[in-house]
């Protein structure tokens, strides 16, 4: 991979107190090695996408939360999460004051299971924003699996939980990972959970 600047994008909805949630997700890919392109639609524009559609509709409820929700952006995912791991060494805020940290990844392809891997997070937490937007039948918990943006929160004591869609990824890490072979009802569903567990986060003990 060639060398260059990469950089993380960062958002924020104030919140009325001085906790922060963190909803993050890597838009990097491999780009082009040797002139073959790889495009990344599910790794992993997909959670860039779910990212953003949470941002936008949390924005335009036009609601304060308790806790204040910030947006994160990676890069350098493919390069040993370096996006992530600088964040936490240079945080947009005090890693003290941060509640929790959701990462979405490989969210547009599958079997439309939701895979949750969890660090530190009681179960009828995840479980309670599955019953708000009707997919509780539809999640499956495991523990942590390293190599993920969540890593270096869970490494700073942050409870975590990343979320996938589960079932085979045939495209991934493939220069077939194009837009049409997305799952848009996959992709909505996840978006819907995560809007539905960010909000729960920044508004419960």
Do not use: C
């Not at 990469?6 to 990097?28: K, S």
């Not at 949390?58 to 994160?72: A, E, H, N, T, Y």
């Amino acid at each position: 991979m060639a060398d260059g600047l990469l950089t993380n994008v960062v958002g924020m909805i104030p919140g009325t107190g001085p906790e922060t949630i963190v909803i993050g997700a890597h838009r990097d890919h491999f780009g082009r090695p040797a002139g073959l392109w790889f495009p990344g639609a599910d790794d992993n524009a997909s959670g860039t996408a779910v990212l953003l559609e949470v941002a936008r509709a949390l924005g335009k409820l036009g609601l304060r939360p308790q806790r204040s929700i910030l947006f994160l952006s990676f890069s350098g995912h493919e390069r040993d999460s370096l996006g992530s791991r600088l964040y936490t060494t240079r945080p947009a805020i005090p890693l003290g004051s941060t509640k929790a940290m959701i990462n979405i990844d490989h969210v547009g392809a599958g079997d439309g299971v939701l895979i949750l891997r969890v660090t530190e997070f009681k179960k009828s937490t995840l479980k309670e924003a599955g019953y708000v937007v009707g997919l509780v039948n539809k999640l499956d918990y495991y523990g942590f699996l390293p190599g993920g943006d969540d890593e270096p929160f869970k490494e700073a004591g942050i409870p975590t939980v990343s979320i996938a869609s589960g079932g085979a990824h045939p495209h991934m890490h493939q220069p077939t990972d194009t837009a049409d072979t997305i799952n848009p009802e996959i992709l909505r569903n996840i978006a819907r959970y995560v809007l539905a567990l960010t909000w729960q986060l920044a508004n419960t003990q």
